[in-house]
């Protein structure tokens, strides 16, 4: 009789190597990279099933993870196992272009999606909060979140600063998990940064994981460091110990007066969680205490100061420096604490990533499902061969060779267009073919991607047409991933932004080198991206239609 697993918490890897535990590299795949988000390297509580963002989870609960596990080692390759919010729910005689798994995680009635109804199901054991790619198996760790930073800092930089960041400074706040990536994204560009926290705990990990130059708790002294990074035009980060909502105030004073020039400004303290916020005023050691003590009154001090940060972020604005809101609603924020000016600077999505969306460009990624490092290191020159007047790419792809330490299986993440990542994905299948990668490899994105989400407070933020909140977009995605020959496919609720605020959707793909594989990689990896361009086609905007002329995708409205 076969041995029931363990139903409580236990420490998950991904199996490495090529021999298969499950029938086929098409089940093989999900199941490794289900545990690979689990991987305590990889996931922030994996005893707890959490991946990353708060509580977004791999699976339900530990019965569930079993369960998944055993029907992913006896599935067949025309069947398509179904996951509902973390729990294997059925499994369905399909075909081998169908799926092998389709998951809905955290999806709830329009009137009912609000946090305490979710969290009320939650408890009863109905649901789980999916995130975007916990709970559809295809996080890698922290390399995304920095490679989106640097892509963002890019597109400034093409935008307004001839391609490089060299020269400039930057000016932000948050050295936390995620606004952690910002000091190396701008450093990758190029720049020069001075990053505010009041956390020197936090300075000083970052400096230990080289995300960080240099940390001090000296303004004058950080000033000049980075005041002369600028002016050689050298890449530099520096921490500084303090209240953003003071030091950045400080600092507007000064650049008006002509005593330094501040280029680019945003933050990523953790705003939106007020609780979370230091205020000015509070002291660091007193900070949990006085949140507990009295959450309404530390929360209308933390958005008091919030407005004064950001009427710092808009003052600088007015003085001709870029300022971008880093997706942390601090400007709602700032609003609810009396300041009237907020939405005056953009979101970052709007001013600088929908033009890349318009070309279908996201995050797209893939993993060795071999563990092997050499791998990944044989599929980023085979995207330097591909894509060789790419200098934005070939700048990412070589620095991240060198700085991105992988957490879990090999992985590497670079945004790739409409009419782009198929290349790569049939490249990567040839070389599994051939023996040149060791196994195959998963090719999937992250949900915040160009046709695949609906977050009116993010990614469609300001649609040319007003149709931020429409979720139809993400919903056609995924039935024409599933329609394409993806390998798994996921529909999302809630993501990044929470509960109400967010419907997205997901795909993987895996190249296992066969002929099938590739038919099936040519039409999803162009599939995937041309809902991207559709969709942006659909809104207004110019360069989508451009893109969609010049590429051959077929949207009848411009074929009248
Ligand atoms: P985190 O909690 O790990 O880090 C926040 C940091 O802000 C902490 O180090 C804290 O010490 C610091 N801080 C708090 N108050 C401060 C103040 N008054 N002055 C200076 N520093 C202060 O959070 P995180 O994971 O880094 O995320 C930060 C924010 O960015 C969150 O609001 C998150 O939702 C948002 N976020 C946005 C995107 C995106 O859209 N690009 C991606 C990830 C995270």
Redesign the pocket.
């Known amino acids: 009789a076969p041995i029931a697993a363990p139903a409580g918490p236990r420490t998950v890897r991904a199996a490495r190597g090529t021999e298969l535990t499950a029938k086929s590299w098409q089940t093989e795949a999900p199941l490794r990279m289900l545990m690979n988000n689990l991987d305590p390297e990889v996931a922030e509580r994996p005893e707890d099933l959490i991946v990353y ?1 708060g509580t977004g989870k791999a699976a339900r609960n530990w019965e569930s993870f079993d369960a998944i596990v055993r029907t992913l080692e006896g599935l067949e390759s025309d069947e398509t196992l179904l996951v509902q919010s973390g729990k294997p729910v059925g499994v369905f005689r399909t075909h081998e272009w169908a799926p092998r798994v389709l998951i809905a995680n955290s999806n709830l009635v329009g009137d009912w999606a609000t946090w305490p109804e979710f969290r009320k199901l939650e408890q009863q054991g109905l649901t789980m909060y999916g995130q975007m790619t916990a709970g559809s198996w295809i996080y890698i760790g922290t390399q995304g ?1 920095l490679q ?2 640097y892509e ?1 800092f890019g597109a400034i930089a093409r935008a307004s600063f001839d391609g490089t960041l060299a020269g400039t400074l930057t000016l932000t ?8 990536a910002q000091p190396l994204a701008v450093t990758m560009n190029g720049g020069a940064v001075l990053i ?4 020197e705990t ?1 300075l000083a990990r970052r400096v230990e994981h080289g995300y960080l130059d240099e940390y001090t708790t000296d303004l004058e002294a950080a000033i000049t460091r980075v005041t002369a990074a600028k002016a050689a035009g050298e890449a530099l980060s520096v921490g500084v110990v ?4 003071l ?1 950045f105030g400080d600092l507007l004073l000064r650049h008006r007066a002509g005593e330094l020039q501040v280029d680019i400004v945003t933050d ?6 007020p609780l ?5 005023g509070v002291a660091f050691e007193d900070w949990r205490a006085e949140a507990e003590r009295d959450p309404e009154g530390f929360t209308d001090r ?1 958005r008091g ?2 407005a004064k ?1 950001v009427a710092a972020m808009v003052g600088f604005q007015d003085a001709g420096a870029e300022v971008f809101d ?5 400007r709602r924020e700032a609003e609810l604490g009396g300041y009237d000016r907020a939405f005056e600077f953009p979101g ?2 709007p001013a600088y990533i929908r033009p890349l969306f318009a070309e279908g460009k996201g995050p797209f990624r893939w993993a060795a499902l071999s563990g092997d490092p050499a791998d990944i290191a044989a599929t980023d020159r085979a995207i330097l061969e591909l894509f060789p007047d790419d200098e934005h790419l070939r700048r990412w792809i070589t620095q991240a060779g060198e700085k991105v330490h992988f957490e879990g299986l090999p992985a590497r993440i670079c945004w790739l267009g409409y009419q782009e990542r198929h290349l790569a994905g049939l490249k990567f299948n040839e070389m599994v073919a051939s023996g040149e990668l060791s196994a195959p490899v998963a090719i999937g994105r992250d949900h ?1 991607d160009s046709g695949s989400v609906a977050s009116p407070y ?1 990614e469609t933020e300001s649609m040319a047409d007003g149709s931020d909140a429409i979720a139809d977009w993400p919903l056609l995605n995924a039935l024409l991933n599933t329609a394409s020959g993806a390998t798994w496919v996921s529909i999302h609720h809630g993501g ?2 929470g509960i109400g605020r967010s419907i997205h959707a997901g795909q993987v793909i895996v190249a296992d080198g066969t002929e099938l594989a590739a038919e099936k990689i040519a039409r999803v990896l162009v599939n995937d991206p041309g809902t991207g361009v559709m969709r942006h086609v659909d809104a207004g905007y110019d360069r989508a239609v451009e893109v969609a002329r010049e590429r051959g995708l077929r949207v009848p409205m411009l074929e009248a």
């Open positions: 963002g979140i989106g930073t963002t706040g948050g050295c936390g998990g995620m606004g952690g505010v926290d009041v956390d936090r303090g209240n953003a909502a030091i990523q303290t953790s705003a939106h969680d979370a916020y230091l205020p000015v933390a100061s919030m940060q880093y997706g942390n609603s601090i970052f999505v915040l993010r990044g932004v």
